[in-house]
């Protein structure tokens, strides 16, 4: 569960719609550029925290099923009725095989919530979950914000010395290091890989943003720049 968010803070006085709606679309960019080549051609996932993004942008109907959980059961719900999900429940990370099955998805996908279990506990419990409802070969897949990032290493020291919430609005944006993902991802039986999403941030002027994408294509594949990604992408596959 995520801390309440202050829109009144720092950077959200300071940011335009505009821009952050940049960064976002070329974050779905990204994901469909690096998991593309990756992805079955169809399936089924599960979008654990899926808010109003759950990856439609990476699992399109009618080739894969995608099913969503939030803790707010109204989200899910809703999704269901417009079509954007094909199912959803209402549950809890390290919870969910109350819900569903052991080996019952080729894809679990974390977007952006990851981090905000981090501030509540340790993520091992989380991938082991995962682990257990892939199937053979599936796929666990985190999008997450780095800690080795500058912008990364930044937000994590107002964390540390209380300014979380003032700074950018909640206490809970915790940022990860790629080597606890990496290792947590080994530790579950998974087999890991990771990205740099892109090294761009949503605050940054658009004309930057747009700078920084090149360095994205040219360096986020590699393993020792992967890791000082602004933002992380992580896939860890399960063994056949």
């Avoid at 679309?25 to 992805?39: C, F, I, K, T, V």
């Avoid at 999704?79 to 679990?108: N, W, Y």
């Amino acid at each position: 569960m995520s801390e309440e968010y202050d829109p009144d803070n720092f950077f959200d006085r300071r940011s335009d719609e505009q821009t952050l709606e940049l960064h976002y679309a070329h974050m779905h960019d990204r994901e469909r550029e690096l998991l593309g080549p990756r992805l079955p051609v169809g399936g089924t996932a599960l979008s654990v925290g899926c808010g109003w993004d759950p990856g439609r942008h990476l699992f399109p109907k009618p080739n894969w099923s995608l099913t969503g959980v939030e803790l707010d059961p109204s989200w899910p719900t809703a999704m269901v009725a417009d079509g954007t999900l094909d199912a959803g429940f209402a549950a809890r990370a390290g919870e969910l095989e109350r819900h569903v099955s052991a080996g019952s998805f080729d894809v679990v996908y974390y977007r952006l919530v990851l981090h905000h279990i981090a501030y509540q506990g340790p993520l091992a419990p989380v991938f082991g979950e995962a682990a257990r409802l892939l199937r053979p070969g599936g796929m666990l897949i985190a999008v997450e914000p780095g800690a080795w990032h500058p912008v990364g290493a930044a937000l994590a020291l107002a964390n540390t010395v209380g300014l979380g919430t003032a700074v950018h609005g909640t206490p809970d944006d915790v940022p990860l290091s790629p080597g606890e993902l990496v290792s947590v991802a080994r530790a579950a039986g998974l087999t890991p890989a990771l990205h740099a999403l892109t090294y761009s941030w949503r605050r940054m002027p658009q004309a930057v943003q747009r700078a920084l994408w090149p360095v994205d294509r040219a360096l986020g594949a590699r393993r020792r720049t992967a890791m000082l990604g602004h933002t992380l992408l992580l896939v860890a596959r399960r063994p056949l």
